[in-house]
């Protein structure tokens, strides 16, 4: 359904993105992760035939974002980050304009404003003004233009940015709706929200791909993760990241010659009797030694920023 190759955008000197190949199948929830700043949104208004890339090619139900661009805009649903609102009109009147600009006949646009609205959770505020709407209903409203004319895919660029509790779990819940009957790539810098809808994630990092995998394979890695406090002469991480069963090792503090260091294992590498030997033997002090699972902010930055495991943070300003 969607297909991307080779998609690059630079502006200038610097690159958004550069390289990325995937595919999202028909029916697909698809995740698209990163921190801000990766180049997600920057795809996402490629495929939304919203500006060219500057090479590389991307394409819908086979038809060139680029080369084809009206057909594809009819083809998609697309929600920026900041819905395209316009405040003074009421959420029907609103959605009405929407779907006309989007080529639903006169004849058919009541049942597809019907559907909408029930299916965003805004037939009650249909003659509302869009100005006095919550942020929450905002977002509805961004939802509902996005699939008032009943397009196969739908883009979404971090459709929960901004939400409360419970209008996290609607909008999840909406976007849950659409499996299996459209095609959708929902974005988020936020892993739990990705683990929560999606069906398989593709992992971007400073514009270029880091991995694409299942959704329930990035959260079941079958490692460890361990949390470290020793101190020593020298660089620990010259010992540990070269040791068998170790997957990635980071910096989380340094303070004089005393060390605080994130270490995930390898799937099924259980490492704390060797860690501690191997540290003792090579002559550090082990202040602390503590295992359990990697969370998924763990696993979102070891998998974000392996150019980084061996740099500490930067102090917070």
């Known amino acids: 359904m969607i297909e991307v190759e080779q998609l690059t ?14 595919r999202v199948e028909a029916g697909e929830i698809l995740g698209f992760l990163g921190p801000n700043g990766a180049g997600k949104t920057t795809t996402l208004r490629i495929l939304a035939a919203a500006q060219p890339a500057s090479r590389g090619t991307a394409r819908i139900a086979g038809w060139d974002v ?24 009421t959420v029907q009147a609103y959605l009405s304009f929407v779907a ?41 409203v961004g939802l509902a233009q996005a699939i008032v004319h009943d397009p196969p895919v739908i883009l979404l660029d ?7 509790p419970r209008q996290l779990q609607e909008v999840r819940s909406l976007i849950r709706s659409l499996a299996g009957e459209k095609t959708v790539i929902f974005s988020s810098h936020i892993l739990s929200e990705v683990s929560q809808v999606s069906d398989r994630v593709v992992i971007l990092d400073q514009g270029r791909l ?11 890695p079958g490692g460890w993760h361990y949390r470290l406090e020793v101190s020593g002469d020298r660089d620990p991480l010259a010992v540990l ?14 303070i004089g010659d005393r060390w605080v ?41 070891r998998l974000t920023a392996p150019a980084q495991r061996n740099q500490p943070e930067e102090p917070a300003e």
Do not use: N
Request: proline share 6%; hydrophobic share 35%.
């Open 9 to 22: 955008q630079q502006y200038g000197a610097r690159t958004a993105i550069q390289d990325l190949t995937f």
């Open 66 to 89: 680029h080369q084809q661009a009206q057909v594809v805009r009819q083809q998609i649903g697309y929600l920026p980050e900041i819905p395209p609102l316009y405040p003074e009109m």
């Open 100 to 140: 006309r600009l989007k080529g639903v006949v006169a004849g058919d646009r009541p049942q597809r404003l019907a559907t909408t609205l029930q299916r965003c959770g805004l037939s009650d505020r249909a003659q509302t003004p869009i100005r006095k709407l919550s942020k929450g209903y905002r977002q509805r």
């Open 158 to 164: 971090e459709p929960t940015v901004g939400l409360d």
């Open 210 to 220: 880091v991995t694409t995998m299942a959704t329930q394979d990035l959260l079941d």
């Open 241 to 254: 990241q070269h040791l068998a069963g170790v997957q990635s090792v980071q910096v989380q503090a340094q």
């Open 261 to 301: 260091l994130s270490l995930a294992s390898q799937p099924d590498q259980e490492l704390g009797a060797t860690l501690a030997q191997t540290l003792q033997q090579q002559g550090f002090q082990l202040w602390e030694l503590r295992r359990d699972r990697p969370s998924l902010e763990d696993i979102f930055l």
